[in-house]
């Protein structure tokens, strides 16, 4: 995927404006060019439908974040991404290709941030969910059961900047994808962004070629299982201004599977591989 996939959450560098750190959202208020956080940068199109994948968007169209279907009702996201918002003001476009077009319109009413969330702590439990005040008819990806090792080919999704920096350009309208690898978290970890590598996934650059980017915070990178994908991460930061410099950090959704359970509760019924 080209570094457009984070959605509102720019991959902010650490030293900057914690801008590499979290890939922060847009208010509603924002421009596009604004708002939307890091892209992936060295993707392309889509090759297949991802029947979970989701745009955040205002109730005006405009891109902000990724999320992902893991429940008819519910989308997994980057806190970062929903954090102080009003569900109000947005919406969630699912299963289509073109984030302006197709698929079907979700509307949120419940947002729940991880209660370890801090935003002044570089974005660690950067995981959110979205409760969507009517079920979609949407396929949930299913949450894989094991989080992935370094050097564990995965694939990035998102509707983030395909070039490297804030503000140089326009989101995709055409999904991207990146196929990458996770690798050891030291990549991942410096004075001014510190990493977890209980919680978070230090994914491969390709050399400084390609990673995920402004407007592609919150969206997915999953594992193919079987015949289909299982999810393991959420685009979460950088490192850097520029997206693809240093390897990109994901939330480990894997690592949070216990307080998604115990937020949804009974009256939902997320998939485990």
């Given at each position: 995927m080209s570094a457009r996939s984070l959605g509102r959450g720019l991959l902010a560098f650490a030293a900057t404006v914690l801008a590499g750190l979290a890939l922060g959202v847009p208010t509603a208020a924002s421009a596009p060019d604004a708002g939307a956080r890091p892209l992936i940068v060295g993707g392309h199109d889509a090759t297949q439908p991802y029947s979970f994948m989701a745009s955040m968007q205002t109730t005006q169209g405009e891109h902000n974040c990724g999320a992902s279907l893991i429940d008819k009702q519910w989308l997994v996201t980057a806190a970062h991404c929903v954090e102080g918002q009003q569900p109000s003001g947005f919406q969630y476009r699912i299963n289509t290709p073109d984030r302006t077009n197709g698929g079907e319109?979700?509307?949120p009413d419940k947002f729940v941030v991880n209660p370890k969330y801090d935003p002044q702590n570089t974005g660690d439990y950067d995981i959110a969910l979205v409760h969507?005040?009517?079920?979609?008819?949407?396929?949930?990806?299913?949450?894989?059961?094991t989080s992935p090792k370094p050097g564990t080919d995965v694939r990035?999704?998102?509707?983030?900047?395909?070039?490297?920096?804030?503000?140089?350009?326009?989101p995709p309208q055409k999904l991207?994808?990146?196929?990458?690898?996770?690798?050891?978290?030291?990549?991942?970890?410096?004075?001014?962004?510190?990493?977890?590598?209980?919680?978070?996934?230090?994914?491969?650059?390709?050399?400084?070629?390609?990673?995920?980017?402004?407007?592609?915070?919150?969206?997915?990178?999953?594992?193919?299982e079987g015949n289909g994908f299982a999810?393991?991460?959420?685009?979460?930061?950088?490192?850097?201004?520029n997206c693809?410099?240093?390897?990109?950090?994901?939330?480990?959704?894997v690592a949070h599977t216990d307080w998604i359970k115990q937020t949804i509760g009974s009256g939902g019924s997320i998939g485990i591989s």
């Open positions: 319109i979700g509307t969507l005040a009517k079920p979609v008819q949407a396929e949930p990806i299913k949450i894989s059961g990035e999704i998102g509707w983030g900047l395909t070039c490297g920096t804030r503000g140089c350009g326009e991207q994808e990146l196929d990458t690898k996770t690798v050891d978290g030291a990549q991942c970890t410096s004075q001014e962004s510190p990493f977890d590598d209980q919680r978070e996934l230090c994914m491969d650059n390709h050399g400084g070629q390609a990673s995920a980017c402004y407007g592609d915070s919150g969206g997915p990178a999953v594992v193919k999810l393991v991460g959420a685009t979460s930061r950088g490192q850097t201004a693809p410099d240093k390897p990109g950090i994901y939330t480990n959704v």
